[in-house]
């Protein structure tokens, strides 16, 4: 039997997958009004997201990585600048 921090993160990875399914579909999608019902999904898939991350931060299985520095959010800033992106 599955331990519930093993469902968490199953679900989780999951969930992920979907929302990357969701982006390829999205972007693939040529119909407006399936485009916007597949965005409706996507923004409700990420809030369970969401929840089920608070979850696993409060219960200590999900422990994030420690917060990038000043210098190394400028430095993905600037790759990102316009004059950057050939």
């Known amino acids: 039997m599955m331990d519930e921090k093993t469902m968490v993160s199953d ?6 997958g979907e929302l990357k399914m969701y982006a390829e579909y999205i972007t ?4 407006p009004q399936l ?9 409700k898939t990420e809030t369970a997201q969401e ?6 931060r409060e219960k200590s299985y999900y422990v ?18 316009p004059d950057s992106m050939l």
């Open 28 to 31: 693939q999608s040529e119909n």
């Open 51 to 56: 929840q089920l991350y608070q979850i696993a």
């Open 35 to 43: 485009k916007q019902t597949l965005k409706q999904m996507r923004n």
């Open 11 to 16: 679900a989780l990875v999951g969930i992920n």
């Open 64 to 81: 994030p990585a420690s917060k990038a520095t000043k210098e190394e959010v400028e430095h993905v800033k600037s790759l990102f600048k």
